[in-house]
T-cell receptor, first 113, second 114 residues
Framework: RKEVEQDPGPFNVPEGATVAFNCTYS??????FFWYRQDCRKEPKLLMS?????NEDGRFTAQLNRASQYISLLIRDSKLSDSATYLC??????????????WGAGTKLIIKP | NAGVTQTPKFRVLKTGQSMTLLCAQD?????MYWYRQDPGMGLRLIHY???????AKGEVPDGYNVSRLKKQNFLLGLESAAPSQTSVYFC?????????????FGPGTRLTVL
């Protein structure tokens, strides 16, 4: 089983729709969770951190479910510019030395006009 | 403020050749990282550094060496390139607060080994 699993998609969604993706992780000791966005042939960029209480940034909402070991990303009123690959990132459970991030392979989102 | 820069952007090598990828950051970050990204897989950590003069192995270190002689630079070396090292290489840096760190990435180097 992969440490961080995502549905690769692509998710084809009409502009203005709401879309959600989940990501599951295997290490119950993980403490840090993030969503990064990667445009085609570009570098990843942080979209948002995911906090235990859930957090929202404009049209984007992230949730963490520790009991079931998954995080989710919800995008409301999707825009053409939201088309990208969304990367789920989880730390390896080590907080001091040897801290490392484990990256999912990404979910591709295509917003259609 | 350039952020994180990488050179070169593209490179084609023959099996057995060597090369060095250069990463530079101007954000005074303590931590720097080298990743590779292959189709259908997540980013995989090759080596990282938590400060000038330090380096550590990541998930896939074999076939690579690194050096961090200056805080702002992190070099990745391939001593004898193999076709399995064909990939996109990303360098990243962060402040060094593991729980909340944002990693800032360079634009990547696309390496093909024939």
């Amino acid at each position: 089983r992969k440490e961080v699993e995502q549905d690769p998609g692509p998710f084809n969604v009409p502009e203005g729709a709401t879309v959600a993706f989940n990501c599951t992780y295997s290490n119950s000791a993980s403490q840090s969770f993030f969503w990064y966005r990667q445009d085609c042939r570009k570098e990843p960029k942080l979209l948002m951190s995911v906090y235990s209480s859930g957090n929202e940034d404009g049209r984007f909402t992230a949730q963490l479910n520790r009991a079931s070991q998954y995080i989710s990303l919800l995008i409301r009123d999707s825009k053409l510019s939201d088309s990208a690959t969304y990367l789920c990132v989880v730390n390896n459970g080590v907080m001091v030395s040897n801290y490392q991030l484990i990256w999912g392979a990404g979910t591709k989102l295509i917003i259609k006009p | 403020n350039a952020g994180v820069t990488q050179t070169p952007k593209f490179r084609v090598l023959k099996t057995g050749q060597s090369m060095t990828l250069l990463c530079a950051q101007d954000m005074n970050h303590e931590y720097m990282y080298w990743y590779r990204q292959d189709p259908g897989m997540g980013l995989r950590l090759i080596h990282y550094s938590v400060g000038e003069g330090t380096t550590a192995k990541g998930e896939v270190p074999d076939g690579y060496n690194v050096s961090r002689l200056k805080k702002q630079n992190f070099l990745l070396g391939l001593e004898s390139a193999a076709p399995s090292q064909t990939s996109v290489y990303f360098c990243a840096s962060s402040e060094g607060r593991p729980r909340t760190d944002t990693q800032y990435f360079g634009p990547g180097t696309r390496l093909t080994v024939l």
